[in-house]
């Protein structure tokens, strides 16, 4: 009696205990405690329905089970509402996560927080794995195939999470003992075999080896891929997933200082700080400069209530900062708030962590009103005298400037950074000063941060508009003459209010330079002239063109919207054509034959995409450089990546090493010497590349052709040299893939 309860009671509560599993993985990407219940609570009604429902017909437990699914979804998405505070009728709040669950799941900033729009994907997805679990484990009576579906959810909440998390230990112990627990309670015993004929019991012996031998293979087969993986980062899929877009108003908001220089009584919003006291409002931080335009080039994603904690340095204390803002006249996406903001209610945003820039996706609009509580990073300001600035990859997008600089502004960068002398901190001083000395502010100079807008505000005749300008001109120069100086320089543009509370107008806006200095963070100059003060002219201008006219007011530059990313389109389950095992078998080996097959070839296709755009398409120069990139990425497949600060010459001689067949004499290992010769393809790729570099007015598309043959051959030697697993995973490997978005981040070489 007792065991055929377990029998009946126990793989109903295994299925039930590998949902919850699946969810406590996804769970640890979000924030508080709401989304495991409701996932598990999915899959448990599921599990009840079809076992309230065993001696129905087939075809009526799929139906009412959807019913009760959708029961079930509306009251989750009522109570993730309500704890969400979302307001609005839950009619348009089902509509509103029915139609963007998806990306918004994938779009979310991490810490996610459960709203209808980031739980309706993972409660759907634990009930249908519920139900099937429970039609396959127990109406069918087979539990090993039961198991696939909790399974499989489990996988997709580890490649939903992706590397956002610590491995999920607990969840992964607890699918393993569940599945031992119910295998071993509905295990039945071995039948006496002495009574069946001896053709029959010598078949099923054979059938039980061939069975073993198989597991064996496909063990060995698989287990170099696995163990390859232990150590390895998982793929994060937020990074295929375009997040939201902002118009050129968003992106560069540094060309709306002079209209709002121009309407200084505009009130554009009201605050009330719990600290009164002068306080810096930040609108947005523009770390991108082309030689034309200053960008935020920031990656916005939907956030809830709680953004992720603000990076300070060890040594910098972080003071809490309570605001209420209600919007005015300030149009546009981005909400002003004290920096570094870490919880805001009452408006839905979007955030970039690496600014510190939110939006609202929908727009501002008069009355909006939210609150926002900010961690005020306070740097120790006694460093900054030998305070150093930092180098390397990692901070080169803070000192990039655009291609044409002029160079009586190069000339003047020279003679400050000669004149401060000293350390890092100085040269900042210097130049702060001699902009607050030698120059003007007026509101109604017209807009432009250009390279011709800044050597007129710099050099330009001060009877005829030069040497006067907005925060706009003055913030802009200085972070043009500190880049040059080597200091890592970004732009805010924000707004000043003298006491932290009351109305802020538009006389409030203001641009201003921040320098970034080691062990210290980022430090605001200010090199506006005090009030009522006259400039003094120049002492010493480096030789310059006289610019006949002032250059035209800077426009906002159009927004390219990106092209839609094609969708997926799920494939339609198959229902068994009639019961038993073989059908069982089946739909469960298709469906993960269909699943591998479909990912190799996605794999292919996008890999034979990266090689086209790189080796194919755009000017020669980006083509030699693609050609590069293969042969970079050729060598992180063969497990010989090359260091990110070798010259091309000695990454031709490391490449040559990795190319030699295992067989030589020598280690394989070894680098090269003197006599050894590189390939001849690398040899010439080599050769292009640096013609590229030094003259790139000689690449043409010819050069382009041969890097391209040259970037194939050694691609396919290197190949030859590998072992027949390496080789046969070559081209389905999703490396080079995630490699070139690091490279689009600016975080990989």
Request: charge should be neutral.
């Amino acid at each position: 009696m007792v065991m055929r309860f377990a029998r009946s009671a126990v793989p109903p509560l295994v299925l039930v205990v590998m949902i919850a599993a699946a969810a406590l993985a996804l769970g640890r990407v979000y924030a508080g405690a709401v989304l495991v219940p409701l996932v598990a609570g999915a899959g448990a009604g599921a599990v009840l329905v079809s076992v309230a429902a065993r001696r129905a017909p087939s075809w009526l437990v799929a139906p009412v089970s959807v019913v009760g699914m959708a029961g079930y979804t509306l009251g989750a998405l009522w109570w993730a509402a309500d704890r969400a505070g979302l307001p609005g009728p839950l009619r348009d709040l089902v509509v509103e996560a029915a139609r963007n669950g998806i990306p918004r799941l994938l779009t979310a900033l991490i810490p996610v927080e459960p709203t209808p729009d980031t739980v309706i994907v993972p409660v759907v997805a634990g009930w249908l794995a519920g139900l099937a679990g429970a039609e396959l484990g127990l109406r069918w009576g087979r539990l090993l195939i039961g198991y696939g579906p909790p399974v499989l959810l489990f996988a997709g909440a580890l490649y939903v999470v992706g590397p956002n998390a610590a491995p999920a230990l607990v969840p992964a112990l607890m699918i393993v003992i569940a599945a031992a627990a119910g295998l071993a309670v509905t295990g039945r015993p071995a039948a006496p075999d002495a009574d069946l004929p001896r053709s029959t019991r010598l078949a099923l012996q054979t059938r039980a080896v061939l069975a073993a031998l198989a597991a064996i293979a496909l063990v060995a087969a698989t287990a170099p891929l696995i163990t390859g993986r232990v150590e390895a980062t998982p793929v994060d899929p937020r990074q295929y997933v375009q997040p939201p877009q902002v118009d050129s108003l968003d992106e560069n908001p540094l060309i709306r200082i002079s209209g709002w220089a121009l309407n200084p009584d505009q009130k554009l919003f009201d605050v009330r700080s719990d600290r009164a006291e002068p306080t810096r409002i930040r609108l947005a931080v523009l770390s991108d400069y082309d030689g034309i335009t200053w960008r935020v080039g920031a990656v916005y994603r939907g956030a809830g209530r709680v953004l992720p904690a603000p990076a300070t340095l060890p040594g910098n204390a972080a003071a809490p900062v309570s605001q209420r803002i209600e919007i005015g006249d300030l149009s546009g996406r981005l909400l002003p708030a004290v920096p570094t903001p870490s919880q805001v209610d009452g408006v839905r945003v979007a955030y970039d962590p690496a600014t510190g820039t939110m939006i609202e996706p929908d727009g501002l609009r008069p009355g909006l009103a939210y609150s926002v509580s900010s961690l005020a990073e306070q740097p120790d300001l006694n460093l900054l005298t030998a305070a150093e600035v930092p180098f390397g990859d990692g901070i080169a997008r803070m000192l990039a400037l655009g291609a044409g600089a002029p160079d009586p502004i190069r000339a003047l960068s020279d003679r400050l950074a000669t004149e401060s002398g000293g350390g890092a901190y100085q040269r900042a001083l210097g130049i702060e000063e001699y902009l607050a000395t030698h120059y003007k502010l007026v509101a109604d100079a017209p807009s432009g941060h250009a390279y011709p807008n800044l050597a007129f505000f710099l050099f330009g005749p001060a009877n005829g508009g030069g040497r006067e300008g907005t925060s706009e001109q003055f913030a802009a120069s200085y972070a043009v003459l500190a880049r040059m100086m080597g200091l890592p320089t970004r732009i805010v543009v924000g707004f000043r209010s003298a006491t932290g509370t009351g109305p802020v107008r538009g006389a409030d806006a203001q641009a201003w330079p921040e320098v970034f200095f080691t062990d210290v963070g980022w430090v605001p100059f200010d090199p506006l002239p005090k009030p009522d003060t006259v400039p003094e002219p120049p002492e010493q201008e480096p030789p310059k063109p006289e610019p006949p006219t002032p250059p035209p007011s800077e426009a906002p530059l159009p927004t390219l919207e990106p092209a839609a990313s094609p969708t997926a389109t799920p494939l339609a389950a198959v229902a068994p054509g009639g019961s038993g095992a073989a059908s069982a078998y089946a739909i469960g080996g298709s469906g993960v034959v269909i699943v591998v097959l479909a990912a190799m070839c996605a794999l292919v296709v996008l890999r034979r995409g990266l090689s086209r755009r790189r080796l194919a398409t755009g000017p020669p120069g980006e083509r030699v450089a693609g050609a590069w990139l293969e042969v970079r990425d050729a060598l992180r497949l063969a497990g010989r990546p090359a260091a990110a600060h070798l010259s091309a010459t000695e990454l031709a001689a490391h490449a040559a090493a990795a190319a030699r067949p295992a067989v030589s004499p020598r280690d394989p290992a070894a680098p090269l010497v003197a006599g050894d010769d590189p390939p001849p393809e690398l040899a010439t790729l080599v050769d292009l590349v640096n013609r590229d570099a030094f003259a790139p007015a000689q690449t043409g598309d010819a050069e382009a052709d041969e890097a391209e043959t040259a970037a194939r051959a050694y691609t396919a030697r290197l190949r030859a040299t590998q072992s027949r697993w390496r080789r046969a995973m070559w081209p389905f490997h999703p490396g080079p893939l995630r490699w070139q978005r690091s490279r689009d981040r600016g975080d990989g070489p």
